[in-house]
């Protein structure tokens, strides 16, 4: 099968140059006498020609060879002094934190509080580790911090897991962070308008 396949090409190539050289007229080269003189031999199987293994064992896709080096990748991106150089475009919508004077970009959050929040929550994790282990939690889990237990009455910490932290909580790191975001159904029995009818 992948002979024919190479031979059909292989004719296809000398006539495309016949056409180039010498035109439509004159005789044809011997090669290609050859390569139908030897086509006859070769025995025709019943398959049918298919696009998909020509393509397969025949294409070699354009590919990257070799991984591009830092310079020149550098090269791409901001020109070299020797031939061009890219202008550079200065950033207008650099912010300042509020919280604790770093820079950041307009629509990111500031990196440095990022951070912060990261290292407290992995704290949060790994205490909720050490307490629960890898059991499934089928209530509801708790961090607090030094003393915050006190200030809430007990009926508020029934049915819930409690995680104490041995530190205070950090001036930056929210109390309402304990409230649930979801809000729970309406206990109204008023009818809405569009039920009057």
Not at 111 to 134: H, R
């Amino acid at each position: 099968m992948l002979s024919e396949i190479i031979l059909k090409s292989f004719r296809t190539l000398i006539s495309d140059i016949e056409r180039v050289f010498i035109g439509n007229r004159g005789p044809t080269l011997p090669a290609l006498n050859f390569i139908e003189s030897n086509c006859a031999s070769v025995p025709s199987s019943k398959k049918q020609f298919s696009i998909q293994e020509f393509m397969q064992d025949g294409f070699l896709w354009g590919v990257p060879k070799k991984r591009l080096t830092i310079e020149r990748r550098k090269k791409r991106m901001f020109g070299s002094i020797d031939r061009y150089c890219k202008t550079v475009i200065p950033k207008t919508d650099i912010l300042v934190c509020i919280h604790c004077g770093h820079d950041y970009e307009r629509n990111h959050l500031c990196p440095n509080c990022y951070a912060k929040v990261k290292k407290e929550t992995e704290e949060m994790q790994e205490a909720i580790l050490k307490d629960l282990g890898l059991s499934p939690v089928e209530q509801d889990v708790v961090v607090l911090y030094e003393g915050e237990k006190e200030t809430t009455p007990s009926e508020y910490w029934e049915g819930k897991r409690i995680i104490e932290l041995p530190k205070p909580r950090p001036p930056w790191f929210s109390r309402n962070l304990l409230q649930k975001s979801t809000t729970t159904t309406s206990e109204l029995t008023d009818v809405q308008p569009d039920k009057l009818g």
